[in-house]
């Protein structure tokens, strides 16, 4: 059941849900934005080096698909690379031989999520494995961390709550991230003991405010990667995926005013063909 309400001089969609052996109220109203805007004539955040993403009118014969040059109507063609410009979600096609269409992985529905804020720890400090071996100036996720956020929160979950997506924003939460260029900025990454834990915690679709889920140069290991999607290492074999039904969605940011704990997360993203897409994470608040 539903009803349109007025709270605070703005309108309120709740929904009462069926989440596993709980009945839980949420906002459908007033989602949360995690993806972050990508101004094609402003800063951009940027990684691996890749170009701006960039737009520029569409030209057939004398049309030139800019009004403001005469043109009937705007019409602009799009270049990006979506693993390297704003928030886009992967599937585990970033891998393989085989052609794997993130679209395919993204669920159409609601998702029971957790939201955690996590303090990225120094190489030196962490004790946790990665592949290749954390070198000095790493910042790592570590499995640690992750727990101990969790355990932070645990009380106010909900009964039975069972989270199959998690949230990731790192600490401190500076908003320059929505811009940043990482090429002379290393970003923290998942150590595998995080990578590892979240699959055995049934974690199935991640939300990360960094650009990969692997240090940016790895020599090729994926390491992370692999491990969440329950691919091999050395692996490029589609069929060898235990976990291809899983998402990894990168480059989002998390505003400070959505706090830790549950919430519901859908991904959307539009019907195109790629082991990546741009994408638009949107957290739903669940209500007392």
Same mark, same amino acid.
């Given at each position: 059941?539903?009803?349109?309400?007025?709270?605070?001089?703005?309108?309120?969609?709740?929904?009462? =849900?069926?989440?596993?052996?709980?009945?839980?109220?949420?906002?459908?109203?007033?989602?949360?934005?995690?993806?972050?805007?990508?101004?094609?004539?402003?800063?951009?955040?940027?990684?691996?080096?890749?170009?701006?993403?960039?737009?520029?009118?569409?030209?057939?014969?004398?049309?030139?698909?800019?009004?403001?040059?005469?043109?009937? !109507?705007? !019409?602009?063609?799009?270049?990006?690379? %979506?693993? !390297?410009?704003?928030?886009?979600?992967?599937?585990?096609?970033?891998?393989?031989?085989?052609?794997?269409?993130?679209?395919?992985?993204?669920?159409?529905? =609601?998702? *029971?999520?957790?939201?955690?804020?996590?303090? *990225?720890?120094?190489?030196?400090?962490?004790?946790?494995?990665?592949?290749?071996?954390?070198?000095?100036?790493?910042?790592?996720?570590?499995?640690?961390?992750?727990?101990?956020?969790?355990?932070?929160?645990?009380?106010?979950? *909900?009964?039975?709550?069972?989270?199959?997506?998690?949230?990731?924003?790192?600490?401190?939460?500076?908003?320059?991230?929505?811009?940043?260029?990482?090429?002379?900025?290393?970003?923290?990454?998942?150590?595998?003991?995080?990578?590892?834990?979240?699959? @055995?915690?049934?974690?199935?679709? =991640?939300?990360?405010?960094?650009?990969?889920?692997?240090?940016?140069?790895?020599?090729?290991?994926?390491?992370?990667?692999?491990?969440?999607?329950?691919?091999?290492?050395?692996?490029?074999?589609?069929?060898?995926?235990?976990?291809?039904? !899983?998402?990894?969605?990168?480059? @989002?940011?998390? %505003?400070?005013?959505?706090?830790?704990?549950?919430?519901?997360?859908?991904?959307?993203?539009?019907?195109?063909?790629?082991?990546?897409?741009?994408?638009?994470?949107?957290?739903?608040?669940? =209500?007392?």
């Amino acid at each position: 059941m539903q009803a349109l309400r007025k709270r605070d001089g703005a309108a309120w969609l709740i929904a009462r =849900l069926a989440v596993g052996s709980s009945e839980l109220a949420v906002d459908l109203a007033r989602p949360v934005d995690l993806a972050v805007p990508l101004d094609f004539d402003g800063a951009q955040p940027r990684h691996f080096g890749a170009e701006p993403a960039s737009a520029r009118p569409f030209v057939a014969g004398a049309f030139s698909g800019d009004v403001g040059r005469g043109a009937s !109507c705007n !019409c602009g063609t799009i270049t990006l690379t %979506p693993h !390297c410009n704003g928030t886009h979600t992967e599937s585990v096609g970033h891998l393989t031989r085989e052609p794997f269409d993130a679209r395919r992985a993204i669920p159409l529905g =609601l998702i *029971p999520a957790l939201l955690l804020s996590v303090a *990225p720890e120094e190489a030196g400090h962490a004790n946790e494995a990665a592949t290749p071996p954390p070198v000095a100036g790493d910042r790592l996720i570590t499995h640690r961390a992750l727990r101990t956020a969790r355990d932070r929160v645990q009380a106010r979950l *909900p009964p039975a709550f069972a989270p199959r997506a998690l949230v990731v924003r790192t600490l401190p939460n500076d908003p320059s991230k929505r811009t940043r260029d990482y090429a002379g900025n290393p970003p923290p990454y998942l150590t595998l003991d995080a990578a590892r834990g979240l699959v @055995a915690g049934g974690i199935e679709h =991640l939300v990360l405010d960094v650009p990969s889920v692997d240090r940016t140069y790895d020599e090729g290991h994926l390491s992370g990667h692999r491990a969440f999607f329950g691919l091999p290492a050395r692996s490029t074999r589609l069929a060898d995926a235990t976990r291809a039904h !899983c998402t990894i969605t990168e480059l @989002a940011y998390v %505003p400070d005013d959505a706090a830790d704990g549950a919430w519901l997360l859908a991904i959307h993203a539009p019907a195109l063909g790629g082991d990546a897409v741009p994408s638009r994470p949107l957290l739903y608040r669940l =209500l007392a």
